[in-house]
């Protein structure tokens, strides 16, 4: 995996999707997408832009923003689950209820390592038509000749009614999420 630095980043993130058909002409986020428009985006975790920790973020580009006042946040320090790239796996999750949204992550012992208060949705002039669909990827900037091997495991997608969260988010019931859902 990433140590954060380099060509690299590991991300996950929820973009709003408008076409569900594959194809990447179908695909926007929050900085443009693939040059083919702009939607809403919530950046969970991303490896490259804060090198001694995961980044999250709110993308603002078109005024497609969640909120203005969440932007580029470094949200631990890998040193916390063992440096980066890191030996076991990390839980990262987004948990969005209403117009209210928490980022959060699971040290790999199953302890709460950070989770945000609400973020409130505070952008009152863009109207999401389309679901928000998660995206997990390592992309590269520039050219890079070294060998990069990115690992996921149990990705989980609960609606927000599910019986396991209903009423709860991972600032005020951590138990209820992380490994409580895997």
Known sequence: ?????????????????????????????????????????????????????????????????????????????WSDVGGAPTPNFVTFGCMIRGDDLWIYAYKPDGSQWYCTDAIKKDNATYQQKGPFVPYIGTWLQGDGSELFKTVYNNFVYLPQDNAAVVGKNPLTNPDAFGRAIV
Do not use: V
């Open 1 to 77: 995996g990433s140590n954060g630095g380099g060509n690299y980043c590991e991300t996950f993130y929820l973009a709003e999707r408008f076409d569900m058909t594959p194809s990447s002409s179908n695909y926007r986020d929050g900085n443009g997408g693939n040059g083919e428009g702009y939607s809403r985006e919530i950046d969970i975790m991303e490896t490259k832009w804060q090198p001694t920790g995961p980044q999250a973020n709110c993308p603002t580009g078109d005024n497609t923003g969640w909120t203005s006042s969440f932007n580029s946040h470094q949200m631990g320090s």
